[in-house]
Each structure stands twice: as structure tokens, then as C-alpha cells.
């Protein structure tokens, strides 16, 4: 059978392609998570199918873009030719031990492109789509009962990718946190005076300082009017303030500026002091942070996001990561079979919900 002028064009781009590569062109999973990291969020924009999904099956189904299938075919889903493929074919044994016909591309952008219309228009697939996008697990034990592959333990192969290089992260196609309402800061109990090195109190409050990076230093003061201290490079919360209120795991908070305290924040809003430090965890004694978040609503017992757990960095504590995620602190710590006062070490996994088996390496 002739080879119409697409199929031709197709053979030729694939031979120049192969060609042109160097002899050491072998992929890591780290590579290949950067290479395709575009185009399985593209589909799952297009289609609704989790990047983590299409990423963790790409790396599991293709070698992470070394197997035979994948470098011969450029097919990265393991998907056979079936009644209705009239392309390429590439012929190999399966996993059953026989030979078996698949499908071949000119590109992996096809073979990704063709992997979520083959999950779209398989009736076997179809309550695949009414599950949330962000429900990675859910989606990966949904492939395996649909029969997409033949390993009993194929769901948890594919958890435990996303897990491990944190692919649920490219199902994130924004940030969180979202903006809900755009309304002034509240106003500090303090006003500027003619230099910004200083700041005039009223009578009946301790003096403050600001020096020339403008961080708010505390002289001394009553223990709860603590101002926010600390540095806005700070790795935790937002480098640079943002005005207005915003929404994080489904609960309203601000972004602290550096003149704020407690109890502006409580009268700006009208919320009573009380109340909005039961709603931020915070101690009497307790400074703030520059740029945290400031919840004006009670947390949530567990974080409905997509991220199950969280990977501690330097010197983070159990209260930040409980403001990152805005899940209740005693509860955090109860998820992690912790006590107040203890703090994990770095690189431990701090469960956002559901709970540890035994508490992490404390520090």
C-alpha cells in the first residue's frame, strides 16, 4: 500500500530525528519529568487527565523514555493497535510472552496526545472523568481496575512515582493560595512620622524602631501586641506583600505587612482579638512572622489540597508548615503522633492528613 505525503513526512521527520541524536541519549526520571512536564499539564488542561497521572504512567509504561517501545515508537503508554489504529505499528513481545502490535508515533507529543483520547473515548474509562483531577490515587487505582495494566500493584507503582518526585505538583495549574477579594490592609496602630526610620506610638504603647531594610525591631511591648519581625526573603511565606484577601484550603487569610499586629488585624477586620488568635494558633508571647499568612476563619482539620504530605525543609516548624497548609496546629500534630514543643527534622514527612504510623525525627 502506498505511504500518502503525510506518512512520508512523518517517516522522514521520524529518521532525522533518530539520526541526529547522540549516542548517550538516555533519560533519568528527573529529565524526563522536565522534558514532558509541559505537555502532560497542556493534556491535562485539554482533557482533565492529572499531569501526575500521565507522568508517573509515562515514566512506568516507557522506562522514563528508555524502553524499547518508547525509543523505537516513540509510544510512552504501552498502547496496542486495537481494531480502530490505522497508523504505525511496532511490533514486540508484551508481558503475556507473545508477539503484540502498538501503536507508533512521529513524536512522544502524540503518543501523549493519543494516550488521553484513548482514555477518552473508551467507554471503560468514562467514570475516570467524573473523578476530581486532583485525586491522583483515586485515578491511579481507577486505571488499574479498569485493566489499563495487568500488574496487581500497578496503582500503588504509580503513587508511590508521584510521591516520591512529587509530580502531584504539576496538577497545580496556579497557586493555591487564590485571591477572593481585593480590600486595603489594615491600617497600623502607629503612624510614620517625618523620617521612616522611626515610628510615633500612641502614649499608652512601648516604642518601636524601623530600620532601614523597614523590619519592624520590638524594643518591648505587651505580649500580645508583638509586631511582625523576621525577613521577607523568608522561604516559608511570600517574598513580597500582597494587599487583599485571599482564599487557602478554602479558608479566608491576609498576608501580614510589616507594621501589623494582632490587634490592628482583629480591629481592621472586625474580629475579636480572641478569636483570631484561637484562629492563627498563636500564644501570647509568640512574634509573628513577616508575610504569613493570617487566618480570619478557623482552619481545617486536614488539608483538602493535592498534597498529602509535606517534605520539611530547614528550620521549619510544625507551627509555619500548620499556617502554609491552614490546617489546625493540635491537629497536625496529632496526625504525626506529636506534642507541643516538638519539632521534626529536616527532611522528615509531616502528614497533611490521614496519619503517621509513628511520629518523625525530631530535631
Not at 478569636?275 to 482552619?299: F, G, S, T, V
Request: glycine share 4%; hydrophobic share 35%.
Amino acid at each position: 500500500m502506498r505511504l500518502n505525503k503525510l506518512k512520508l513526512w512523518c517517516l522522514a521527520f521520524t529518521i532525522m530525528v533518530v539520526t541526529s541524536l547522540p549516542a548517550s541519549s538516555a533519560h533519568t526520571i528527573e529529565s524526563y519529568i522536565k522534558k514532558y512536564s509541559d505537555i502532560a499539564t497542556k493534556e491535562m488542561l485539554r482533557t482533565g487527565i492529572p499531569a501526575s497521572i500521565k507522568l508517573s504512567q509515562g515514566i512506568l509504561e516507557s522506562g522514563f523514555g528508555n524502553g524499547d517501545i518508547a525509543a523505537d515508537a516513540k509510544n510512552h503508554f504501552g498502547i496496542k493497535c486495537h481494531n480502530d489504529w490505522s497508523g504505525y505499528t511496532f511490533w514486540k513481545y508484551d508481558d503475556e510472552d507473545k508477539p503484540s502490535c502498538f501503536r507508533s508515533y512521529c513524536s512522544v507529543e502524540e503518543s501523549y496526545i493519543d494516550h488521553s483520547n484513548f482514555l477518552l473515548h473508551r467507554s471503560r474509562y468514562a467514570f475516570l472523568f467524573r473523578l476530581d483531577k486532583m485525586d491522583y490515587e483515586a485515578w491511579a487505582q481507577g486505571l488499574q481496575s479498569a485493566g489499563y495494566a495487568t500488574a496487581p500493584d500497578y496503582a500503588d507503582r504509580l503513587i508511590s512515582l508521584i510521591h516520591r518526585y512529587e509530580l502531584y505538583a504539576y496538577d497545580l495549574t496556579m497557586n493555591e493560595v487564590s485571591i477572593i477579594e481585593k480590600i486595603p490592609s489594615p491600617k497600623p496602630v502607629f503612624e510614620y512620622t517625618q523620617s521612616v526610620s522611626t515610628i510615633e506610638l500612641p502614649k499608652t504603647q512601648n516604642q518601636y524602631e524601623i530600620n532601614e531594610t523597614q523590619e519592624v525591631v520590638l524594643l518591648s511591648a505587651s505580649p500580645v501586641e508583638k509586631v511582625i519581625g523576621g525577613k521577607a526573603t523568608s522561604e516559608f511565606f511570600p517574598k513580597y506583600f500582597r494587599e487583599g484577601i485571599f482564599r487557602n484550603n478554602s479558608k479566608k487569610m491576609i498576608i501580614a505587612a510589616a507594621e501589623d499586629t494582632p490587634h490592628s488585624i482583629a480591629q481592621a477586620y472586625d474580629i475579636s482579638l480572641q478569636d483570631l488568635m484561637a484562629y492563627n494558633d498563636l500564644e501570647p508571647k509568640q512574634a509573628l512572622i513577616l508575610h504569613q499568612y493570617i487566618y480570619l476563619e478557623p482552619k481545617q482539620s486536614e488539608f483538602k489540597g493535592i498534597r498529602p504530605v509535606h517534605k520539611v525543609k530547614n528550620e521549619e516548624s510544625m507551627y509555619i508548615i500548620s499556617q502554609l497548609y491552614g490546617v489546625q496546629l493540635e491537629v497536625l500534630l496529632q496526625r504525626n503522633k506529636m506534642k507541643r514543643g516538638d519539632e521534626p527534622a529536616t527532611g522528615q514527612r509531616i502528614y497533611l492528613r490521614g496519619s503517621s504510623d509513628v511520629p518523625p525525627k525530631l530535631r
